[in-house]
């Protein structure tokens, strides 16, 4: 039995609010509500508050696929993460600059909000995917949150003429738009912070050297070393890599032990890394810190649950998450704007660890 009210009739699109009832309340034109909603820089800030104060009045939801027409924008953004799952949910980075994506877009949010896509490419078959989606325009902009020398997906952007920023960089010539701590320099305040407290045999556990990261703290280390006459190079028995793992600290941790019983304090390249070796030292019958002090990298929340709580270089991951947004929303409203390059300072946080 189908039973008819009054009023059922009405089509739904009657229902929903236009544009003419969003200019009539704004006291403009549909034109201008139109270039509002397009996001053209042609229309007076006034006009602009008008118009967006009356989309929230009658919650009116532009026609994605019309303005898509007019504008060839999806109206959504790409974060990917070119990381095993493994890695994604232990390591607290990636959930800051997901945070910090997350509260940008929520920031900019103006007449059309920007979808954010979650893209985890963990496999050759889930990279091929990707290109294919890329390819298609799927999305207006990408953020790529963790960078690997001999990651593809890089020149894939450039080819694709994609705007696109990543959360650090290949090498120091890197040509896309990037946002990355100062490594180097959290990496040599660390060091020094542990010369500085009388420790001579400073061993130091890297992350994968393909990554610049990676290489960057390793440079920090060594050139707080030679400040005081020590040179230490990269095939020293002082250096172990790891993968920002806490099982790889906890390995290279114990290579470290074997290869330098004598050492005294040990830098890790993350503090995930940093947890693997406290583990290690523990099991090794060595006192943190009276016989090895350890220093991290991230100050996560990691460094304040340790025992004894670790000392870490903090580096602000929700605010490199909020730049990036901000640098690829320029690239996509201005095509074709110089690449840049921000670098975000850092700050060693000394807990009980050292």
Known sequence: ?????????????????TIEAVAARAGVGRGTVSRVINGSPKVSARAREAVEAAIQELGYVPNRAARSLVTSRTDAIALVIPEPESRLLAEPYFADIIRGVSAELSANAGAVDLQLLLILVRTEEERKRLTNFLTARRVDGVLLAAVHDRDPLPDLMEKLDMPTVLGG????????????????????????????????????????????????????YQRALAAYGTAVDDASPLVAEADFTEEGGRAAMAELLARQPGLDA????????????????????????????????????????????????????????????????????????SHRRVVLATELVARESS
């Open 169 to 220: 960089r290949r090498s120091d010539r890197e040509r896309l738009s990037h946002v990355q701590p100062d490594n180097a320099g959290g990496a040599e305040a660390a060091t020094t912070h542990l010369l500085e407290r009388g420790r001579r045999h400073i061993a130091t556990i890297t992350g994968p050297r393909e990554m610049e990261a990676s290489r960057s703290r390793l440079r920090g």
């Open 266 to 337: 040990v830098f890790a390249a993350s503090d995930v890394m940093a947890a693997g070796a406290l583990a290690a030292l523990r099991a090794a019958g060595r006192r943190v810190p009276e016989d090895v002090a350890v220093v991290g990298f991230d100050d996560s929340m990691i460094a304040r649950h340790t025992t004894p709580p670790l000392s870490s270089v903090r580096q602000p991951i929700e605010e490199m998450g909020r730049e990036m947004v901000r640098l690829l929303l320029d690239e996509i409203e201005e095509r074709g704007r």
């Open 1 to 17: 039995m189908r039973i008819r009210t009054k009023g059922s009739d009405m089509n739904s699109n009657e229902r929903r609010p």
